[in-house]
T-cell receptor, first 113, second 115 residues
């Protein structure tokens, strides 16, 4: 079965600094990978997804992620953090051949003024 | 396009009581998921439906949890009897069956507090 590990349950950055949220996956078949964001008392919103096309994926709100098969990683980055980026971020994986989606434990991003 | 609808948004019950949550997925979405999200953790899949059939319920505590999707559209998740550790947000999500349409769309969730 597939699984996801998110390194760091809390990440704190200053406004304007680089955001890096780490995600490593395990999957026995080619995976689809996702990053979701969750604001307080809200559901999950898709930021971006990798579906075996380009390995560098651009998403909403200036976020991007790079699929690295050799490192089994799909880290999320943003060049310059904004206060509105403060939220919980979840990495998720599902096999290319079914809809079984599994989530990581999440990383809470704090942005300091 | 209307999103995934869930109700109620909040529910407080005493332990040993029963509770039910309702979900209406995006129109045309064949796959429906129920996730449990305990505070500070990622969503954990409880059950996955494809139309009205169960694809995966391996993590559903079947002694107290049940779910159905009788007509392949909306779904209910029931807990009977509830325990303190069931306090969590219950998220419903849906996706199209087509493998090329890959992401799940989430509702706002139902926050359950068991006291």
């Amino acid at each position: 079965a597939q699984s996801v590990t998110q390194l760091g349950s809390h990440v704190s950055v200053s406004e304007g600094a680089l955001v890096l949220l780490r995600c490593n996956y395990s999957s026995s078949v080619p995976p689809y990978l996702f990053w979701y964001v969750q604001y307080p008392n809200q559901g999950l919103q898709l930021l971006l997804k990798y579906t075996s096309a380009a390995t560098l994926v651009k998403g909403i709100n200036g976020f991007e992620a790079e699929f690295k098969k050799s490192e089994t990683s799909f880290h999320l980055t943003k060049p310059s953090a904004h206060m509105s980026d403060a939220a919980e971020y979840f990495c998720a994986v599902r096999p290319y051949n079914n809809n079984d989606m599994r989530f990581g434990a999440g990383t809470r991003l704090t942005v300091k003024p | 396009e209307a999103g995934v609808a869930q109700s109620p948004r909040y529910k407080i019950i005493e332990k040993r009581q029963s509770v039910a949550f309702w979900c209406n997925p995006i129109s045309g979405h064949a796959t429906l998921y129920w996730y449990q999200q305990i505070l500070g953790q990622g969503p954990k899949l409880l059950i996955q439906f494809q139309n009205n059939g169960v694809v995966d319920d391996s993590q559903l505590p079947k002694d107290r949890f049940s779910a159905e999707r009788l007509k392949g559209v909306d779904s209910t998740l029931k807990i009977q009897p509830a325990k303190l550790e069931d306090s969590a947000v219950y998220l419903c999500a849906s996706s199209e069956r087509d493998r090329w349409v890959t992401e799940a769309f989430f509702g706002q969730g139902t926050r359950l507090t068991v006291v």
